[in-house]
């Protein structure tokens, strides 16, 4: 598929056909692509829970899912995507690289980065899998996992305290959804948000 069309065509998916699963050589492509996501110092502080099995997916839900939000119509057809995949940052992974030799920053400071480079960079790493579910003619979303659910997440998959959620991608092949009322606000317009020499 032509990049610009990817790109036309990309948008959050929330319902998914339950009787098709993504491929294994899909799932593939998916991860190898967001490791071609930049990093700072080629950092790479990144990891990826793949969740593909009725089990696993059952116990993601579980585990991140408040009770209140049990009955609401998103959620019952996001459940229907056959894959999850749970992108993790990983901040000590940039602080230890920039305390390298050629980067010099031996105290580790948080406080030198400008911005949280280690969950930007596993974004870019989420992106490149958004539009490669696009090119395979997949359905994706990208949602968050709630902090006060994150320690749950990490207990039902033994994740390691240093890796962070930073949401999930579910994928599957789309089936019909209500497309998200948010849309109607549109796309706001290039004059509105490009500031070309000054603002």
Known sequence: MEFQEVVRRRRMVRNYDPSRAVTDAVVDRLLANALRAPSAGFSQGWAFLVLSTPEERDRFWAATVPESDEADSWLRDMRNAPLLIVPLSHKQAYLDRYAEQDKGWTDRDEARWPVPYWDIDAGF?????????????????????????????????????????????????????????S?????????????????
């Open 125 to 181: 790493a989420t992106l490149l899998m958004l539009l490669t579910a696009v090119d395979e003619e997949l359905g994706a979303c990208f949602f968050g996992v709630p902090p006060d659910q994150t320690a749950s997440f990490r207990s039902a998959f033994g994740v390691p305290e240093e890796f962070t959620p930073i949401g999930c991608v579910a994928v599957g092949y789309p089936a019909p959804d209500r497309r998200s009322p």
């Open 183 to 199: 849309l109607r606000r549109g796309h706001r317009p290039v004059e509105e948000v490009v500031h070309r020499g000054s603002w």
